[in-house]
């Protein structure tokens, strides 16, 4: 082991950044595991009153 001190501000910084970058090549690895080949998804429009005919409200005459 080595006499320096563990601790102190640049030490901290580069465990953090040493604890992301493990945690960002992990998740990193796990969406390419998941991701697969899969084709990609379709974009669907969202169905409006007038696509799929609902009853349209109309206001009461004494409103």
Same mark, same amino acid.
């Given at each position: 082991m080595s006499a320096q001190q563990n601790t102190g501000p640049r030490n901290t910084v580069r465990r953090f950044a040493l604890a992301l970058v493990a945690c960002l090549a992990v998740a990193g690895g796990a969406a390419a595991a998941v991701g697969g080949a899969? %084709? !990609? %998804? $379709?974009? +669907? +429009? !969202? %169905?409006? %009153? &007038? &696509?799929?005919n609902w009853p349209? *409200? $109309? !206001?009461? *005459?004494?409103n």
């Open positions: 899969e %084709a !990609p %998804a $379709t974009h +669907q +429009q !969202p %169905a409006f %009153a &007038d &696509d799929v349209v *409200p $109309t !206001p009461a *005459p004494g």
